[in-house]
Nanobody, 123 residues
Framework: VQLQASGGGLVQAGGSLRLSCVDS????????MAWFRQAPGKEREFVTA????????YYVDSVKGRFTISRDNAKNTVYLQMKSLKPEDTGVYYC?????????????????WGQGTQVTVSS
């Protein structure tokens, strides 16, 4: 599993961004996927997760109704559509993968990580 995240950038509050995370491996559909974020001086925080087939999704309360996770197993890609962005959404966003889907909301629940993409929301 090799994850490459992209799509970050600078956006005004209320704007939208779509992040992508591509897995260059051949077993993408065997992995549950997640997005975490980390703001300066803060711990890495769970944002959302999706099961292997996409049938189950979970979100942290602060992004419910604004963010949507999805995956395209044919393209080995997981997406994070972010709308109505707020300054508190600012941070480095990381995608993560793991074959298990148990501890989906903690960093320790994932074995593989992408390099991160910066999202900055200005007020």
């Amino acid at each position: 599993v090799q994850l490459q995240a992209s799509g970050g950038g600078l956006v005004q509050a209320g704007g939208s961004l779509r992040l992508s995370c591509v897995d260059s491996g051949r077993t993408f559909s065997s992995y549950a996927m997640a997005w975490f974020r980390q703001a300066p001086g803060k711990e890495r925080e769970f944002v959302t997760a999706i099961s292997w087939s996409g049938g189950r999704t979970y979100y942290v309360d602060s992004v419910k109704g604004r963010f949507t996770i999805s995956r395209d197993n044919a393209k080995n890609t997981v997406y994070l559509q972010m709308k109505s962005l707020k300054p508190e959404d600012t941070g480095v966003y990381y995608c993560a993968a793991n074959k298990r889907f148990t501890d989906y909301d903690i960093p320790g629940g994932y074995d593989y990580w992408g390099q991160g993409t910066q999202v900055t929301v200005s007020s």
